[in-house]
């Protein structure tokens, strides 16, 4: 068995008790303990769960575990598709814009405007592949480390991202809060920055389950976020403190 299947093994496992411990991780795999260490380290430093004295637990509300690429582009839900169709609404002929590889991004491609000409940047292999036929736009892969899920978001990518001048961006995170914009990964928090950095207009782009939520690491503040666009779902009294950051915010409905 490979480390990496023994480490999705033991984290279902966490996920499934709660808690588990090194020396009956190490009994059930029949490996030593040190490598069990080195397995619940390597977890505990991608967010997936908390070391304890001679063991691990479970921290849903630091992060949780990424979706499946088959998940994370199969069918978009009524709040990604209501966030894309208005997102959309603000690409111009002749824009460089960045488009991600979240769920909500791979809701964008049937929305994309087809009569005007635009140049896309990407860190996603699938959006890259599902924009390859589209004559007018000009698409950019940014090249890395190719994760399961298709994305690209390593030291490589965070270079060459930096060659781009983007004239709009549209970010997602795992949560927005008046503290800002966060995520699970250090490697992911990192490049969403400097994306961001090289944005002349920054769009973020949150379904409302992630309003008012700080994950593991601030990928920015809201100081140079020029917009939101959610839904209607969430309370009034987290969308005010976002609001409150001095952050436009306008909502997408579903029959827009």
Not at 141 to 156: C, F, Y
Request: charged share 30%; glycine share 6%; hydrophobic share 40%.
């Amino acid at each position: 068995m490979f480390s990496e299947e023994r480490r999705e093994l033991i984290y279902e496992k966490i996920e499934k008790l709660g808690r588990i411990l090194a020396k009956d991780l190490a009994e059930e795999f029949n490996v030593s303990i040190d490598s069990i260490r080195r397995d619940l380290s390597i977890m505990e430093e991608e967010g997936l769960i908390k070391r304890t004295h001679g063991g691990a637990i479970s921290q849903p509300n630091v992060r949780q575990k990424p979706q499946h690429h088959l998940t994370r582009y199969g069918d978009s839900n009524e709040y990604q598709n209501a966030i894309a169709r208005k997102a959309i609404d603000f690409i111009q002929e002749g824009n460089t814009i960045f488009i991600g590889g979240a769920a909500i991004h791979f809701a964008m491609l049937k929305y994309l405007p087809k009569l005007i000409s635009y140049t896309v940047v990407t860190n996603s292999l699938e959006i890259a592949y599902h924009l390859r036929d589209m004559m007018n736009i000009d698409t950019y892969l940014i090249g890395g480390k190719v994760k399961e899920s298709g994305n690209i978001t390593d030291a490589l990518a965070n270079d060459f991202i930096k060659q781009f001048t983007l004239d709009l961006s549209f970010i997602t995170a795992g949560g927005i809060s008046p503290k800002g914009l966060s995520t699970t990964s250090p490697e992911v928090a990192l490049f969403h920055k400097t994306i961001i950095e090289n944005s002349t207009k920054v769009i973020a782009l949150m379904e409302h389950t992630k309003i008012g939520e700080d994950l593991f690491i601030k990928m920015h503040s809201l100081s140079k976020l020029d917009l939101l666009i959610t839904d209607r779902e969430d309370s009034e009294e987290k969308l005010e403190l976002i609001r409150s950051s001095e952050v436009k915010t306008i909502y997408a409905y579903e029959d827009d």
